[in-house]
């Protein structure tokens, strides 16, 4: 089985390395970087994702983060592609009440310094990473550039709930400790699939790069289930 892997708001899909280091090898894994997409807005980088991804091959879609709105809409798309979706700490309307005003955040807080390295570990990491951990988070930022990772914060300062249904089913795995996305967001993704079924994980909102290997887990459990 295919699983495409869209990244959170870094957009380059190195974040994704211990999960891919702890999924089982009967997956075939793909990594799409949304740095390689010419479009910055949401509906662009859809359009050029779906002719990337268009085939008759079923597909899983793992979805980090930002790139929820990204899944629904592919899944809307390519109905006959997608056969699961699975959410890591992901939104597919506005994450939380303050999201509206994600533009406004500062630049400065994406660069590493002292200030931005407790900010990090607290907000997305509930307080335990190793700052190797913090390190890769601010290489993917710096890789990516400021520029885009300002229009990114503009893409979800935009978002609205969509009022769709969707016929695929799909697992949210929910870090308990996640200040990024609310529960209520959480709830709206799960009343647009089919069939969703939550499972929350201890720590923050990056729990696929620190609880990697429950995330690896869980994934593989409930595609062993869809498939049977």
């Not at 295919?2 to 959170?8: D, E, N």
């Not at 400790?177 to 939550?198: C, G, I, M, P």
Request: hydrophobic fraction near 40%; include cysteine; aromatic fraction near 8%.
């Amino acid at each position: 089985m295919r699983l495409v892997l869209l990244p959170g708001m870094d957009g380059t899909g190195d974040l994704f390395a211990p999960l891919l280091a702890e999924l089982p090898q009967k997956y075939c894994t793909e990594v799409v970087s949304l740095n390689s997409l010419s479009a910055e807005s949401y509906d662009g980088q859809v359009r050029l994702l779906v002719e990337k991804l268009w085939n008759n091959e079923p597909k899983v879609l793992v979805a980090e983060s930002y790139s929820g709105p990204l899944a629904l809409q592919l899944c809307q798309q390519l109905p006959n592609c997608v056969t699961a979706v699975i959410f890591i700490a992901s939104f597919t309307g506005p994450p939380s009440p303050y999201s509206k005003h994600s533009h406004k955040i500062p630049l400065g807080l994406m660069s590493s310094g002292p200030v931005s390295r407790v900010v990090l570990n607290y907000l997305g990491f509930d307080r335990k990473a190793t700052q190797d951990q913090l390190s890769r988070v601010f290489q993917s930022v710096e890789k990516t550039g400021m520029p885009k990772m300002r229009q990114r914060l503009r893409n979800i300062s935009r978002l609205t709930n969509l009022n769709v249904s969707v016929n695929v089913p799909a697992l949210y795995i929910r870090p308990k400790n996640d200040r990024f996305v609310s529960l209520d967001t959480v709830r709206q993704v799960a009343t647009t699939f089919s069939s969703t079924e939550v499972v929350e994980l201890q720590r923050g909102h990056f729990i696929g790069q620190h609880s990697a290997k429950e995330c690896a887990g869980q994934i593989d459990r409930f595609l062993l289930e869809i498939i049977d």
